[in-house]
């Protein structure tokens, strides 16, 4: 006489729940993986905006760069109330929304996740030696083992060369290995933080010094 299983043995059991684990995984890391793309498409997005006033401001200032004087308003309301960059422009979509950083689209003290390059502050883009090699903005991050910001509008947000160098992972996607960046020709890349992170010799001097000596 033949008798029919009703049930799964202790052994079918925990296999069926191995897969289970296993795909849950992969759905996870996939889900993850997509909506690292969609925050890094959106973070190039808001750096090709900001380098689009970037430029509107230079030609109305003939090349002159933003200025760091007391006197001089910030270059994220220059933009915001002379050539229509949105708060949400300036706002990363790595930037989490937090009590301190707080989703909020009028006063000085709204949150500003990007910086331009400390070295290009006052100086005239006439004499840029290497304006397509130059970084002129990038996502200001706070340093630290996990993403982080604190730049506001009040402030001249800025980014000075990476001190941690080009082995090093501080920067905003696939594993913080990658940063994406607005160049002097407004560009924009997302590039691997080890280039981004090169500071020394003839390239470094490139992406970080807009007066770079011509050989």
């Known amino acids: 006489m033949n008798h029919k299983r009703s049930a799964f043995t202790l052994i ?15 759905v996870i890391a996939a889900v993850g993986s997509a909506q690292d793309n969609a925050r890094s498409t959106k973070d190039l997005a808001n750096l090709r905006e900001i380098g689009k006033g970037v430029i ?3 030609n109305d200032n ?3 760069f933003f200025s760091t004087t007391a006197s001089a308003t910030t270059w994220p309301i220059t933009l915001h109330d002379k050539y229509s960059i949105t708060w949400k422009q300036f706002r990363s979509p790595f930037d989490r929304v937090s009590g301190a950083r707080p989703d909020k689209d009028s006063g000085t003290d709204v949150p ?3 910086g331009l390059n ?11 030696t290497a304006t397509g090699s130059l970084i002129i903005g ?5 340093g630290g083992s996990e993403v982080s910001f604190t730049g506001t509008a009040s402030q001249n947000v800025q980014i000075t060369r990476p001190a941690g160098g080009a082995n090093s992972k501080l920067g905003t996607h696939k594993g913080r290995s990658f940063i994406n960046a ?9 590039m691997s933080y080890a280039n981004y992170a090169t500071t020394a010799g003839e390239e470094g ?11």
């Open 138 to 142: 990038a996502p200001a991050l706070g």
């Open 118 to 128: 400390a070295a290009c502050f006052d100086t005239n883009t006439g004499k840029w």
């Open 112 to 114: 500003v996740s990007y």
């Open 182 to 190: 607005l160049f002097g020709d407004a560009r924009v890349e997302s």
């Open 12 to 26: 079918e059991l925990l296999v069926v729940m191995a897969i289970v684990v296993i795909l849950a995984g992969l």
């Open 205 to 215: 001097q490139r992406r970080w010094d807009p007066l770079t000596p011509v050989n």
């Open 62 to 64: 003939n090349d002159d």
């Open 56 to 58: 509107l401001y230079l």
